[in-house]
Each structure stands twice: as structure tokens, then as C-alpha cells.
């Protein structure tokens, strides 16, 4: 609010909640919203896993978990299938027994977990303790490396939806990550990747505008038809939120593997 009221231009690299830049002309992202990834799981879920029944936990307490849940709700819902059930938990919460009991009884085809990956490794661990086999998919939330260090072999195979895999970067990609690398002794993570292209997006609009100037930078950045960046191609039209793609990762061998690419 106070970038836009100052008419400054503004970039959140990781910001995905829609009011973010809802009815805002200064204000963008490089990140893909919790609307988008909401329909993108939905519609994953339905067509790779057939799934016709589906069951949520999520932090009732957050508006990033809340919003991807009742956006994946809508979508499952409207491609002919049924949420039988949509439990919630509050921020801090240890124990999810009662809640992953419920969705037991009401036999899902797959769980789906829109939550923290501080979270996640014990709500999957519950669920397989109290017998509740079914697939599990996440969202970008999950994206950590300290997910594969809490969840070990309990989050072996399942899926989520992060902004970008560095198994199948392009040269663009692969220079950030080995200077990355080089300079950190990791991978970057999706955190990383959409900041390098939030600046990138910046120095970009720089160029086109050809001056340091509010409204041209702002203009500039309004009317980039194509950017080719680490976390994939993004175009901005009429609005701060680029038109992007989002990828599912399958975790494999203690590992973060790409599985496939989901457009909008």
C-alpha cells in the first residue's frame, strides 16, 4: 500500500497472495499466485492420479494455506470431482491425529497438504502412522531442503508445486545456479531464484525505460512482453502478475526431481 500510495515501483519476488497487486498499478511480481497454484494442483490431481474424492488439512490461522485450500476446493470441485474432506489446524499445532482420522473415514483418493515444510514431514508421518496410504501432494511451500531432513523416506514419491526444478534449467538458469553455487556452496532454492529474477525483471525495465523515473520504470515493467529468467519465461499484461508456468516435483531418492511443467 505504501509503494503504491508513493507511486513507487515495487517487486515481491515471493509474494503469492493475489491482493498482493489486486487493484495496484505499481506494484509486481515474479512469483506464480496462490489462485493459479490452487487450480494447477487441482487439475493435477484430477488428471495424473484420476482422483474423484479429495481431502484437505491446512492452517486455518494463514492466508497463504487458506487461500490455496479453498481456491483447490472450487477447482477440484468444478472438474467433476468431490472434496470429502476440509480439515483445519492452527498455527503451532503438533498433533493432527483427530483431523487425518477424519479424512480416513471419508476414503480420499489423495490428500492434499498446502502447508509449511516445517509442518508437513510430521502431518505426512501421522497419516501413514494411522494408516491413511493414499497419495499426498503439496504446494510451493514445501519447496525446502530442510523438507527431505525432517521427512525422510515418509516423503519419498510425493509431489508438489514449486517455481522452478534445477534438473531441467535452461542456460539461463544453469549460469544463476553454478554462480550460486560457487558463491554459497548450496543450491538456490525457489527464494533465491525468484529474487535474482525480480532484479533481473528491474534492470530489465531499467533498459527499456531509459531513464530512472517512476512512471517509465513503472511503464517499462507493465509492458515486458518476455523475460526469460531462472524460475522460466514470464510476460506482464495489464496487470503486476506475469503469466508463467509452474512445475511438479517428485521427491526421489532424497531428492528434488522434476516431474512435469504445468501451464496456465
Keep these: ?11 515481491s519476488p515471493w509474494s503469492t497472495n493475489p ?21 494447477v ?13 479429495a481431502a484437505v488439512l491446512y492452517d486455518v490461522a494463514s492466508e ?21 474432506a476440509f480439515e483445519t489446524y492452527t498455527t503451532g499445532d ?22 509449511y515444510y516445517s509442518e508437513v514431514p510430521l502431518q505426512v508421518q501421522q497419516a501413514r502412522l494411522i494408516g491413511l496410504t493414499v497419495p499426498i501432494i503439496g504446494s510451493d511451500s514445501w519447496g525446502f531442503a530442510d523438507l527431505l531432513t525432517l521427512g525422510g523416506s515418509d516423503v519419498e514419491g510425493l509431489m508438489f508445486t514449486p517455481h522452478y526444478a534445477p534438473d531441467i534449467a535452461t542456460p539461463v538458469a544453469r549460469r544463476f545456479i553454478e ?15 525468484l529474487t535474482y529474477d525480480s532484479f533481473q525483471l528491474l ?6 525505460a531509459g531513464r530512472v523515473d517512476r512512471e517509465a520504470v513503472r511503464d517499462a515493467l507493465a509492458s515486458i512482453e518476455r523475460y526469460e529468467g531462472v524460475t522460466g519465461t ?3 499484461k495489464g496487470s503486476g502478475d506475469p503469466i508463467k508456468s509452474a512445475v511438479v516435483i517428485r521427491i526421489e531418492n532424497g531428492q528434488f526431481k522434476y516431474f512435469t511443467t504445468a501451464n496456465p
Design 234 to 236: 514470464m510476460q506482464f
Design 94 to 115: 503438533k498433533d493432527f491425529l483427530s483431523q487425518l482420522t477424519k479424512i480416513r473415514a471419508a476414503r480420499p483418493d489423495i490428500l492434499f497438504l498446502p502447508n
Design 1 to 11: 500500500d505504501i509503494a503504491e500510495s508513493a507511486r513507487a515501483p515495487m517487486i
Design 64 to 84: 497463504y494455506n487458506k487461500g490455496i485450500a479453498e481456491v483447490f476446493r472450487q477447482t477440484f470441485t468444478q472438474l467433476g470431482g468431490q472434496v470429502v
Design 41 to 53: 494442483v487441482a487439475a493435477f490431481a484430477r488428471q495424473h492420479f484420476k482422483a474423484q474424492r
Design 203 to 208: 534492470f530489465q525495465a531499467l533498459q527499456q
Design 19 to 39: 491482493a498482493t497487486t489486486r487493484d495496484k498499478r505499481y506494484v509486481f511480481r515474479a512469483a506464480f499466485t496462490d489462485d493459479f497454484q490452487g487450480r
Design 179 to 193: 554462480a550460486y553455487q560457487a558463491r554459497y556452496g548450496s543450491a538456490p532454492d525457489d527464494v533465491a531464484a
